[in-house]
């Protein structure tokens, strides 16, 4: 068996065992498909008319200055709510930060330049995180802007939520849908529009195509992330042994890598330990 055959047969184990719960496997699931999407909202929010317009799976949104960020899946309804879908496995300890983070770079895309603060439209982050990460039991937490002293709702329209993957009560509509994001299969599933991109995906002849090239496309991606992250590393321990300043280097290397000053400094501290 060649290298390229090797690979290959290790891709299709890897899809055999993909999840909703990984991340990339969950684009591909929801991405342009506005029925699984709107079946998903309308499970967490409790209703049966909720309407997708448009989904985008892995929109990235660029910082200005500071941190971009790559939302999993944005959608939007016809009732003109925006909707950042997310799955996180591990706890990291950062998740109420993360959605914090992803709340305010939606805001940058979703007012035009010149627009009335009034013209912000309700903004929903939901993390499905594999774990009970709140560590209550509660199947889902909604948060809103709150006054401690009163109990009053601000009423930015802001909205992160929390679903729990370690709820197993299977006789709920959202026990069934976190069932149906563990799944590996589609036999196993509930809702027949996931079971149905499922289906696509693992089982047939193009939907497996597809797969094996985001595979590919990754590994490939990863291998220039290692060369360029090498390269940068290279270029500051050579900058140093000629004697060069180190604001010197941190302002070259932010130009020649296109680096924030943050990412730039972070290179120059672990260069130093």
């Known amino acids: ?20 719960f990984d991340d990339d496997f969950l684009r591909l699931i929801f991405d342009n498909n506005p029925e699984a999407t709107a079946l998903l909202l309308n499970v967490v929010f409790d209703r049966d008319d909720m309407i997708v317009t448009k989904v985008i799976g892995q929109r990235e949104i660029k910082g200005i ?17 925006a909707y950042d879908i997310e799955v996180q496995r591990q706890d990291k300890g950062d998740l109420p930060l993360r959605a914090r983070y992803n709340s305010s770079m939606m805001d940058t895309v979703l007012l035009p330049e010149g ?10 982050v939901i993390f499905f995180t594999e774990k009970d990460t709140i560590g209550d039991g509660r199947p889902k ?45 589609a ?36 291998g220039k992330e290692v060369a360029r992250d090498s390269e940068i590393k290279s270029a ?22 296109n680096l924030t000053e943050k990412e730039a400094n972070g290179y120059m501290l672990k260069m130093s330990a």
Do not use: W
């Open 1 to 20: 068996m060649t290298s390229q055959e090797l690979l290959h047969q290790q891709d299709l184990e890897r899809i055999k065992k993909l999840r909703i």
């Open 65 to 81: 200055e500071g941190h971009s960020v790559k939302l999993d899946i944005m959608a939007t309804d016809s009732e003109g709510n």
């Open 115 to 124: 627009e009335d603060y009034k013209k912000l439209i309700p903004t929903y």
């Open 141 to 185: 937490h909604h948060y809103v802007m709150q006054d401690l002293e009163t109990g009053h709702i601000l009423g930015d329209e802001k909205h992160i939520i929390f679903i729990n993957g370690d709820n197993k009560d299977e006789t709920t509509p959202l026990g069934k849908l976190v069932h149906d994001f563990h799944c590996t299969t």
């Open 187 to 222: 036999d196993e599933m509930y809702y027949k529009p996931l079971a149905k991109s499922m289906r696509h995906f693992k089982e047939s002849e193009g939907g497996i195509t597809q797969m094996c090239k985001l595979m590919e496309d990754m590994r490939n991606e990863y």
């Open 236 to 257: 500051i321990k050579t900058a140093r042994r000629y004697g060069i300043a180190e604001h010197l280097i941190l302002s070259d290397i932010m130009k020649q890598y």
